[in-house]
């Protein structure tokens, strides 16, 4: 039940971030968490399963503040304390020569961070970014989650499979670019007695000021002509936090960020939740940009994609 808990205001806060005003939950479904959230049993709340038919579904509007206020830590003790201070963001010399030398040796430096190292659970993987090393295109994200801490490399489970689809949409391969979070490490949460983290949480400010040295480096050595930030945590990274309220404000327009080009768009796992033409049609809209920044050939085809009809 906790570890549901904890999963749902982390969802609710992404929503929230990203300037959603309300989800729709099912009556069963929020008379379930009130009682959950009011009197403290242990039964598990029901996961909302989504239809094509959405008559076939008693909803209610809810609003997201105040079912994040009704999960904070005070009632959710299963909720991680506040991250406790970190060290001063590294500083980072690579050696000079080629840039798979500079790569090799920028990824034993954070391998060997004794902080990221910290932060890593046993038999889990330091994340650096993947991809081609002269990559005209450098895709962002925020944090590694389960499947990227085991195997190292970011965007392999179901969102980073939706983006390597997103790419090869564009005309590329998911080879052809660089892929990168700006943390190095999955961000914590209570595990289960196993030992099993459950849910992702967004990471902190100063988790991402610490891991972006790293990032920066990787765009020192990639060198690409532009940087593409996949959602809201990823652009308040790069942007700076409180540059903006709501994804809506920035997503769309071209900003800068280590003196590259910088498109905001919405993450993939926005998609797998909302997965419409519409929404389908907001990201392929940043992404024509993005081709159009950089020289690549749009085909009318590629125009009209997730157009309604």
Known sequence: ?????????????????????????????????RRAVGAGRQEPVGRRQETGDRRQEESASVKVAPIAAALSTEKNPRLPPPVSRLPAPPELALPAGEK?????ALLALVQNDPVCREHVRPGKKVVLGVGHLDAQIMFVGEAPGAEEEIQG??????????????????????????????MNWRPELPVS?????????????????????????????VNPALLVALGSTAAQGLLGFGAFKALGDVRGRWHEFAGKPLMVTYHPSYILRNPTNRSKRMIWEDLLKVMERAALPISEKQRGYFLEK
């Open 153 to 182: 490399e970011p965007f392999v489970g179901p969102a980073g499979q939706l983006l390597t689809k997103m790419i090869q949409a564009t005309g590329l391969k998911r080879e052809q670019v660089y892929i990168g979070n700006i």
């Open 100 to 104: 798979r030398t500079r790569w090799d």
């Open 1 to 33: 039940m906790r570890a549901a808990l904890t999963a749902l205001t982390d969802e609710l806060q992404r929503l929230k971030t990203a300037g959603v005003k309300h989800v729709s939950v099912s009556a069963e479904s929020l008379a379930t968490l």
């Open 193 to 221: 007695g196993g030992g099993e983290q459950y849910g992702n949480r967004p990471p902190t400010e100063e988790e991402m000021r610490y891991c972006l040295p790293y990032l920066r480096a990787q765009i020192d050595v």
